[in-house]
């Protein structure tokens, strides 16, 4: 998470996720509902409440908080931590993707600009 932006507890929070490169991603059914799945599983186990989110081919916007005074920043940090893993892993393994080594070239060159990202 950036350390330019604050969170603090009981607030409710507009935020924006997304992909490096403004990749569309989520143009793919498949790669949408793995993400979707796991914000239902933050949603049914981490305490994360959704007020409302759109997904966007490149990024999701969503109004959220997390309940009992958690700390919003990091549940979004292994939310997304946990995604890109997920997403990484499902599109190089994907033999139908067209655009696999697109998407992975651009994965990699991005992470040499972030020092949050490591590898992709």
Known sequence: ??????????GIFYVTL??????????RQEYALLLLNNLNYCIN??????????????????????????D???????????NAKLLYNSIAQNPSESRKEWMLHLFKYYANF???NKNF
């Open 18 to 27: 997304t992909v490096v490169g403004w990749i569309d991603v989520f143009t």
């Open 45 to 70: 186990n981490k305490g994360l409440e959704v007020f409302s989110y759109c997904l966007m081919p490149s990024h999701l916007h969503m109004i959220s908080r997390v309940q009992n005074d958690g």
């Open 1 to 10: 998470m950036s350390t330019k932006y604050k969170f603090y507890p009981g």
């Open 114 to 116: 972030n020092s949050n």
């Open 72 to 82: 919003l920043g990091e549940l979004l940090g292994d939310f997304k931590s946990y």
